[in-house]
């Protein structure tokens, strides 16, 4: 079935059954993967902030493996990139943003083989690309700094930690990659040749909430948010006690953890507020924009509704 379709589809599936008995909200289900800006979620997990009887992290292979379960009501919650927010949404997927997680100022990165020196370089080369919106954009984003595009490469289809072992078979001369596994593929041996800090503002990270959550699950949501800057706060008045829990997930040393989260830009409570609530002038033009640059790259076919594109209610209140 093509992804659309089935984006499509699976939002009009049934969810009934989802309901729990009259007076308990039944189990929230939060899909993610591992990705430097989505750790302090399960950080909270590690710190024992989250219920675990009415909130459930379940560990996704991929963004896009997330959205197809956001898409079949097999979760409620999912941690997405703003572009495949708006795939889903294109898709006719019921879902608002209701956390910010963080923008890219260079966790995405273009990371290749030594002796590729340059992105001209890449021309005929088999690149690594996860098959999601955002690995599209930031495929298209850096071979346009060059004047390539995405034709003039070759491109292998990897998911997440599929990328090293690509790399490592030689299957792959460069791949598109983000945090822990860019660090992990530069431990092999790949060297760094463009990222996300050249187009601020294009990688966003996201928490999509299904409207059915937001209407039948709001404490749990409430819990959720609150839990997460709770272990926001952990991060940032020890970072050393949060670095070495978050490591042996993010498959990096403690020193290794703290310089991957040099490359994103995690968005405060405050910042949240800011970019929530009506009129929530930052994440509407952060998202016209990526949505307009989406359909120019035929990525959808339109831009799609994007009023009532968040919501603030689950958020704690502000400082």
Same mark, same amino acid.
């Given at each position: 079935m093509e992804r659309r379709q089935f984006l499509v589809t699976g939002?009009?599936? /049934?969810?009934?059954?989802?309901?729990?008995?009259?007076?308990?909200? /039944?189990?929230?289900? !939060?899909?993610?993967?591992?990705? !430097?800006?989505?750790? /302090?979620?399960?950080?909270?997990r590690e710190l024992d902030l989250l219920p675990p009887d009415r909130i459930r992290l379940i560990e996704s292979p991929s963004n896009t493996n997330s959205l197809m379960q956001l898409a079949s009501g097999e979760v409620e919650v999912a941690t997405l990139t703003l572009d495949e927010f708006i795939l889903a949404r294109a898709g006719g997927i019921p879902v608002r943003i209701a956390l910010v997680f963080d923008t890219s100022q260079g966790a995405d990165v273009v990371m290749a083989r030594p002796g590729i020196d340059r992105l001209e370089d890449l021309a005929g080369r088999r690149i690594g690309v996860e098959e999601t919106a955002a690995g599209a954009l930031m495929l298209r984003k850096s071979l346009e700094a060059t004047g390539l595009t995405p034709e003039d490469v070759i491109r292998v289809p990897v998911i997440g930690s599929g990328q090293l072992s690509a790399y490592q078979e030689g299957a792959i001369d460069a791949v598109i990659s983000y945090e822990p596994f860019a660090s992990r593929l530069a431990a092999l041996g790949a060297t760094r040749l463009h990222d996300s800090s050249a187009f601020p503002g294009l990688i966003v990270d996201v928490l999509a909430v299904s409207d059915h959550a937001v209407n039948h699950q709001p404490r749990a949501l409430t819990d959720l948010l609150t839990a997460y800057f709770e272990s926001l706060a952990v991060i940032q008045s020890s970072p050393g006690r949060a670095h070495r829990l978050?490591? /042996?997930?993010?498959?990096?040393? !403690?020193?290794?953890?703290?310089?991957?989260?040099?490359?994103?830009?995690?968005?405060?409570?405050?910042?949240?507020?800011?970019?929530?609530k009506p009129p929530a002038t930052p994440l509407r033009e952060a998202a016209i924009t990526v949505a307009e640059i989406m359909q120019s790259n035929a990525l959808i076919e339109q831009v799609p509704d994007l009023s009532n594109l968040a919501t603030a209610g689950f958020l704690p209140e502000g400082p």
């Open positions: 939002a009009l599936a /049934p969810l009934a059954a989802l309901l729990g008995c009259e007076g308990r909200e /039944p189990l929230l289900r !939060v899909s993610g993967i591992t990705w !430097v800006g989505y750790e /302090p979620l399960f950080l909270a978050m490591a /042996p997930r993010l498959g990096l040393t !403690v020193e290794g953890t703290a310089l991957a989260y040099e490359g994103i830009a995690l968005l405060s409570l405050a910042d949240n507020h800011a970019w929530l």
